[in-house]
């Protein structure tokens, strides 16, 4: 099957900086990407949908200027927290469809798991 | 608004042990309900999926059946290996709209 791939699997950083996470599509053209969140032992909390060369589109409560998501190609979408503080600290998991958005088969990368000092 | 409950897990069970991970949902249309799951260190994969009241989804020996009259999707199967070790999540999606999942059963199997 297709294969989506987030970078990196895990980080660890201080409290006020900015952590970039990779998501990428490695055999196919991703027309849309999107990002969930997951807090432990609760289910997977879309965050935004992003398409290649537009703005994200996000989710209620989600704060656009904290999380920053750039879908600059049809393989790579790029989500950073910025200024990044210990309540962020979280598991982030981005999926990618090559069918329309709501419609085509998700695949889901393998997570990266935030841990903010 | 939509919503999916799973069984509270973690499950742990014997190989060849029968398995059931219940999943009741709310929506407030007519929902495509799905199984995925997540083995150690990879992504989540679809599982299985059924699209309409009384379809039967099935694979790699799993089954769930979409019960409209009782809001379910329970998972089942018959004997699981310890490959089957993962966590499974429920969801469903209304139309266009994005998936609601649950929050997830870890399920261990011990040999």
């Known amino acids: 099957g297709a294969v989506v791939s987030q970078h990196p699997s895990r980080v660890i950083c201080k409290s006020g900086t900015s952590v970039k996470i990779e998501c990428r599509s490695l055999?196919?053209?991703?027309?849309?990407m999107f990002w969930y969140r997951q807090f432990p032992k609760q289910s997977l909390m879309l965050m935004a949908t992003?398409?290649?060369?537009?703005?994200?589109?996000?989710e209620q409560g989600v704060e656009k200027d904290k999380f920053l998501i750039n879908h600059a190609s049809l393989t790579l979408s790029t989500l950073t927290v910025t200024s990044a503080h210990p309540e962020d600290s979280s598991f982030y998991i981005c999926?990618?469809?090559?069918?329309?958005?709501?419609?085509?088969?998700?695949?889901f990368g393998e997570g990266s798991r935030l841990t903010v000092l | 608004g939509d919503s999916v409950t799973q069984m509270e897990g973690p499950v742990t069970l014997s190989e060849e042990a029968f398995l059931t991970i219940n999943c009741t949902y709310t929506?407030?249309?007519?929902?495509?309900l799905f199984w995925y799951v997540q083995y150690p260190g990879e992504g989540l994969q679809l599982l299985l999926k059924?699209?309409?009241?009384?379809d039967k989804g099935s694979n790699k020996g799993f089954e769930a059946t979409y019960r409209k009259e009782t809001t379910s999707f329970h998972l089942e199967k018959g004997s699981v290996q310890v490959s089957d070790s993962a966590v499974y999540f429920c969801?469903?999606?209304?139309?266009?709209?994005?998936?609601?999942f649950g929050q997830g059963t870890r399920l261990t199997i011990n040999p």
């Open positions: 059924a699209t309409k009241a009384d």
């Open positions: 992003s398409n290649e060369g537009s703005k994200a589109t996000y």
């Open positions: 055999d196919f053209q991703a027309t849309t």
């Open positions: 969801a469903l999606r209304v139309g266009a709209q994005k998936l609601v």
């Open positions: 929506a407030t249309g007519y929902p495509s």
């Open positions: 999926s990618a469809t090559r069918g329309t958005p709501n419609t085509g088969e998700l695949f």
